[in-house]
């Protein structure tokens, strides 16, 4: 819709976030149709309010007697953008207030003009009311927070906290091109400032997100965006030449890179994703950074479909998970997770690890991650694995980072610094003659 208002089009998005859609699908169609330099706004609105929603829809189901009509809940969702913008942006009230009426009424609800005009003309005159539970003043799920609590006792306030902050931007130095040093004074010297990563040993961490066209060589492969939680699994793989490597869960191939990247003469590295539509983004990041793989499409836990029986000495299963270690990143995750969601996920996990394990030789190594911060995804799946298999043997990582659960190591968020992550590392002390 040509010249539809930008508020308009946020709200829009936000309707398909609540109705369950991922921002990473609805959002790129929507700012295809703006001006280039019209997107950054749009993008800022919806993550924002994605961001603030619950603390957002707090405060404005305080505010309207009665809910709008379920025909009407778009405008519901543009209360929220511009509450958002009052609450979290430096745009005078009056500008917020009239441009968001004239959104509604551009939205064919010329009737509602009133009641938005209202509640926003309250909101700026008021100021926000002080949030009535946790959940509002958290701006999470209630059973996030609730969950939270019950697994990090001392940490779930501060893990709700920087999961409400933006994350940095991270880079992971391409190996075969520069060294960390080098590519540090590049970006000086084009005005970037940026610092060493403190654990991941190719991770540079810029002071303020830049557009990866500003960036040195991006396009020619010197640097991948990548978080320094997630870089940290070439450490614990610890590769060598000659190793036949998989990645099991690859899309969009940041990890499958990063092992191509650390190591030279790998005998092999096998990709495999389950999502086709994910598989081109595998190739597309291999074709910048100039490196191969065997790309495949398959679901890693049903090895009669891709695996040609050749054992791997190095596994890394970076399972699908609830993403709730990255939610700085993705804050839509608050809205579309469901509490549901962990014990299905927790069973597809262990099913994978169970599989895949099987494809390891001995002496082998699988490094299990997740982008999680619930147990039951992390360290429980790996002590039911360790339990259930003899041969399995769990190598303590000797890092620096994270919390050692007994069964892995944890990495909660933190600010200005690294993502939520779990890491586990398992070694097949099975000897060859009994497989
Ligand atoms: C956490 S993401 C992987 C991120 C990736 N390792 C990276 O660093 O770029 C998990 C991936 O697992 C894939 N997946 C989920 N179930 C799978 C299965 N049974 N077999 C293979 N891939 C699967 C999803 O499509 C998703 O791309």
């Not at 398909?16 to 997107?39: D, F, M, T, Y």
């Not at 603390?55 to 929220?80: A, N, S, Y």
């Not at 539509?277 to 679901?299: F, G, S, W, Y």
């Not at 699988?366 to 399995?392: D, G, M, W």
Request: net charge neutral.
């Amino acid at each position: 819709m040509p010249g539809q208002p930008m508020r308009a089009r946020a709200a829009q998005v936000m309707l398909a976030v609540e109705q369950g859609q991922s921002l990473s699908q609805c959002l790129p169609p929507a700012l295809k149709r703006l001006p280039e330099n019209e997107r950054p706004a749009l993008q800022a609105l919806c993550f924002g309010t994605c961001r603030w929603f619950f603390r957002l829809d707090g405060e404005l189901q305080q505010r309207l007697r009665k809910p709008l009509k379920p025909l009407d809940r778009v405008i519901h969702q543009l209360m929220l953008v511009a509450l958002f913008q009052l609450r979290h942006s430096q745009q005078a009230s009056y500008a917020v207030l009239n441009e968001t009426v004239e959104a509604c009424r551009a939205m064919n609800r010329p009737h509602l003009t009133g009641l938005v005009n209202g509640v926003l003309r309250a909101a700026a005159r008021e100021g926000e009311p002080p949030p009535q539970n946790q959940s509002v003043s958290f701006s999470h799920p209630p059973w996030m927070v609730e969950k939270l609590r019950h697994n990090w006792p001392d940490d779930w306030q501060a893990i709700l906290d920087t999961n409400n902050t933006q994350a940095p931007m991270t880079l992971r130095v391409n190996a075969r091109r520069f060294d960390r040093d080098q590519y540090l004074e590049l970006l000086a010297g084009v005005g970037i400032q940026a610092s060493a990563t403190a654990f991941a040993p190719h991770g540079i961490q810029l002071a303020t997100p830049v557009p990866v066209d500003r960036l040195p060589y991006f396009a020619d492969g010197a640097v991948s965006v990548q978080d320094e939680a997630a870089q940290l699994c070439i450490t614990l793989l610890d590769l060598a030449p000659g190793q036949r490597v998989l990645d099991a869960c690859a899309a969009p191939g940041g990890k499958t890179c990063a092992i191509l990247e650390a190591c030279k003469g790998l005998a092999g590295v096998i990709a495999i994703d389950e999502s086709a539509d994910r598989l081109p983004r595998i190739e597309e990041n291999l074709a910048r950074l100039d490196l191969d793989a065997t790309v495949q499409q398959a679901d890693a836990a049903n090895t009669d479909q891709w695996w040609d029986g050749q054992l791997f000495d190095r596994i890394l299963l970076d399972v699908p998970c609830s993403a709730t270690g990255v939610i700085r990143r993705h804050p839509d995750i608050k809205l579309l997770r469901r509490e549901s969601d962990i014990v299905p996920l927790a069973g597809i996990q262990l099913a994978l690890l169970n599989a895949l394990w099987r494809t390891l030789k001995p002496g082998g190594r699988l490094v299990y991650a997740t982008c999680s911060v619930f147990p039951q995804e992390n360290h429980r799946i790996i002590r039911r694995f360790l339990k259930q298999t003899a041969e399995a043997a769990l190598l303590e990582a000797d890092a620096l980072w994270g919390h050692d659960t007994g069964a892995g190591r944890q990495l909660l968020p933190v600010p200005h610094s690294h993502d939520g992550f779990f890491y586990a590392v398992l070694e097949n002390r099975s000897n060859e003659r009994e497989l």
